[in-house]
């Protein structure tokens, strides 16, 4: 602590977004640098140590620094995205550094106002609150969630299973507070607790993983699944969707046989769009015939469109004349030989180029323009419940998170909560180079193999694809840059995992207690007043 309060305001605020960037999974590329993760229990602590060297002046001086630092936090680990447009980055660093500046100020404000030990139970619990409504509002970005940190050490983290992602942001900022108070002249006790704080979580985490290895499968899955390689700006929506499937169940039929298995093809692996009533009849779809007479079913990802009548279905149609609507979808296919085809719509959309925050409104104001912002914005049909696949026997009930989908925890467990046995998570990571960004999102998926206790097969258009154990361990994967087939055989389970059924109540508590305090704190305010 010593160190830390020779440090000069600058230095602190800069110290925290280094811990965090440098710490933050991918950050220095795809292998694992499992050492840097205990930086994450420190991370947070030079902001506490200049938030109580500045409790005593200005709150506003204080926020100042604070944005400071949550700008840089956001700049750092999401810097990649502007290799998709630079827009990205300044939305994230402008509205995500707000909402984390908000927290750490009103914790600033609390202890002036209440005392820290009842100002850090709202500096937790606000934390929580910002990553729940990240969950399910218009500028929604999960990237950032604290619980996601731990990805690259999925075994200090098997009791995801039970908390989900939020159990680890409370992990990590319990950690940072009792480090904080230990150097700042803490007791014996509180080393204790400490070293109960750190290792408790990691020892729980094995007995956990001991306990979940040792349930049977209900069955298992031979899978081939694909990575392509083609570059999203310059050759994937330029490769006609026939020749893409001829070429790749060609290379897929070498490798299977005639037991029944499931083909996996990435996000949009057709593009060229196909009707949701007739897509049986379209010809890149018969096009897998090789392989349906054998038992195999595919799931691939594809853009499609449903044509209405002269009264729009959804709030996402548009018009195409006089008497027909039209809406488009990012979608992923299920097929199999004598089963229907089946359609799963992506409903997690990406802000700014899959939706249009405010669309409703901004289209009175701006009208066609709303449509062409980010080129399909505000345009894509989305669905209420998670679909699963009813692949028929032999075969998993199947559940296909679409490439943002899988960064939600709580949403990407309802697909497991429906009967999903495992999960095909299909990407397109291209869009952002050979960057952190899409190592990061390969990361990701680990938890959420975890939280559902499934196997996770994931099919990257570009990226990384790969084979994800129930454990979070990657047993194989096909890294950037490379194209090919990943064979594998994963055990399917029936069981959902109890974050699967019970969802995030870690986050729910943490929100009702935010809220309690908060409202504390506002009759405190209210009281002052009156008195004054």
Request: hydrophobic fraction near 50%; proline fraction near 5%.
């Amino acid at each position: 602590m010593a160190i830390l309060n020779r440090l000069p305001n600058w230095a602190l605020a800069l110290l925290t977004p280094l811990l965090l960037s440098i710490a933050w999974p991918g950050a220095l590329g795809y292998h694992e640098f499992p050492i840097l993760a205990p930086l994450l229990w420190v991370s947070m602590v030079p902001m506490l140590v200049l938030e109580g060297r500045m409790r005593g002046g200005k709150l506003r001086q204080f926020a100042g620094w604070a944005y400071a630092s949550m700008a840089l936090f956001n700049l750092g680990t999401t810097w990649w995205v502007a290799g998709a447009h630079w827009s990205g980055v300044l939305g994230t660093v402008l509205i995500n550094g707000t909402l984390m500046t908000g927290v750490w100020t009103l914790y600033s404000y609390a202890a002036r106002q209440v005392g820290v030990r009842t100002a850090l139970w709202i500096w937790v619990t606000g934390w929580l609150a910002i990553e729940i409504l990240h969950d399910d509002w218009a500028f929604s970005f999960p990237w950032l969630n604290l619980g996601n940190a731990f990805a690259e050490v999925p075994h200090w983290v098997r009791w995801y299973a039970w908390t989900g992602p939020r159990g680890g942001t409370l992990w990590l900022l319990i950690a940072n507070v009792v480090v904080w108070q230990l150097a700042d002249g803490g007791t014996r006790r509180l080393r204790r607790v400490l070293l109960a704080t750190v290792l408790g979580p990691i020892v729980l985490s094995y007995a956990v993983g001991s306990w979940l290895d040792a349930q049977q499968p209900t069955g298992s899955l031979r899978a081939l699944v694909v990575q392509p390689n083609v570059d999203p700006y310059t050759q994937k929506f330029q490769t006609p969707d026939l020749q893409q499937a001829r070429k790749w169940v060609e290379l897929a039929a070498a490798q299977a046989d005639s037991a029944p298995g499931l083909l996996v093809l990435p996000e949009t692996f057709l593009h060229e769009g196909i009707d949701e009533i007739y897509a049986s009849n379209w010809p890149s779809l018969i096009a897998f015939e090789p392989l349906l007479r054998n038992g195999w079913g595919v799931v691939l990802g594809a853009t499609t469109y449903r044509l209405h009548g002269s009264e729009p279905e959804n709030s996402a149609a548009r018009r195409i004349d006089d008497r027909r609507f039209v809406s488009y979808a990012n979608s992923a296919l299920f097929f199999r030989a004598g089963l229907p085809l089946q359609v799963y719509r992506k409903s997690k959309l990406v802000v700014g180029v899959e939706t249009m925050p405010m669309v409703q409104t901004l289209s009175g104001l701006l009208g066609d323009l709303t449509l062409s912002l980010g080129g399909t914005s505000g345009t894509l049909a989305t669905q209420t419940e998670r679909a699963v696949f009813e692949a028929g026997p032999d075969l998993p009930r199947i559940g296909a998170p679409i490439c943002w989908e899988q960064d939600f925890g709580p949403y990407a467990a309802e697909f497991s909560n429906a009967g999903a046995e495992v999960l095909t998570i299909i990407t397109n990571d291209g869009w952002w180079g050979n960057t952190s960004g899409h190592v990061a999102h390969l990361h990701y998926a680990r938890l959420r193999a975890i939280e559902q206790h499934r196997s996770v097969l994931r099919s990257a258009n570009t990226g990384i694809s790969a084979v994800i154990g129930p454990d979070g361990q990657v047993q194989q994967s096909l890294g950037w840059g490379r194209e090919g087939i990943l064979k594998a055989t994963v055990p399917t389970f029936s069981e959902p995992s109890f974050f699967a059924v019970h969802g995030d109540v870690v986050g729910q508590w943490g929100l009702f207690v935010f809220g309690f305090l908060l409202l504390s704190l506002l009759v405190r305010r209210l009281r002052g007043l009156k008195a004054a």
